[in-house]
């Protein structure tokens, strides 16, 4: 089935350490790609997005994606991990047939960063 | 500009009674969805508005849900009867067009007794 899969539910790093959070979809072809961050009481922010192009993006707050699509993997990293960044984060995918550009979300992934 | 704006944004009711939540979209925004995260699990699209009229409805759970979007500006999305299974956080967005990333509201959490 298709489906988008963020392996692992809850993180744990230091504060200063680097952070590599995983996303994989299994779609035929390449979907539109986004990572969402939900910190408590909030809503949903987005932080990056992949339509086509260059496969390494930039987002915002420090966060970076890499797009590999021979691992169907769209994987969020940060070199140097901040406290106020514990959050949860999430995968989303357009895929590529939707009419609706509705998205389709992986679990999340929560980040607990230690001081 | 405001963002999405979602009301209220905490409703406790016992089941069988009806809730109403709304949502407000960017202005100028002609999609809007709901999306619905129930506990533990991931969030779920619900419905998709172009305007006032429904493009996706495929995500709606049953017909205790009536979405609406009058004059294609806020957009309400009414439960009856509320069941237990109903309980969550219902996510609204928005986006200006089709392939733009849509904009989040902070969620109504509701809780059904």
């Known amino acids: 089935a298709q489906s988008v899969t963020q392996p692992d539910i809850h993180i744990t790093v230091s504060e200063g350490a680097s952070l590599e959070l995983r996303c994989n979809y299994s779609y035929g072809a390449t979907p539109y790609l986004f990572w969402y961050v939900q910190s408590p009481g909030q809503g949903l922010q987005l932080l990056l997005k992949?339509?086509?192009?260059?496969?390494l993006v930039q987002g915002i707050k420090g966060f970076e994606a890499e797009f590999k699509r021979s691992q169907s993997s769209f994987n969020l990293r940060k070199p140097s991990v901040h406290w106020s960044d514990a959050a949860e984060y999430f995968c989303?995918?357009?895929?590529?047939?939707?009419?609706?550009?509705?998205?389709?979300f992986g679990t999340g992934t929560r980040l607990k960063v230690l001081a | 500009e405001a963002g999405v704006t979602q009301f209220p944004s905490h409703s406790v009711i016992e089941k069988g009674q009806t809730v109403t939540l709304r949502c407000d979209p960017i202005?100028?925004?002609?999609?809007l969805y709901w999306y619905r995260r129930v506990m533990g699990k991931e969030i779920k699209f619900l419905l998709h508005?172009?305007?006032?009229?429904?493009?996706?409805e495929s995500g709606m759970p049953n017909n205790r849900f009536l979405a609406e979007r009058t004059g294609g500006t806020y957009s309400t999305l009414k439960v009856q009867p509320a069941e237990l299974e109903d309980s969550g956080v219902y996510f609204c967005a928005s986006s200006q067009g089709l392939n733009q990333p849509q904009h989040f509201g902070d969620g109504t959490r509701l809780s059904i007794l």
């Open positions: 202005s100028g925004h002609d999609n």
């Open positions: 992949y339509f086509s192009g260059d496969t």
């Open positions: 989303a995918v357009v895929p590529p047939t939707s009419g609706t550009y509705k998205y389709i």
């Open positions: 508005f172009v305007k006032e009229s429904k493009q996706d």
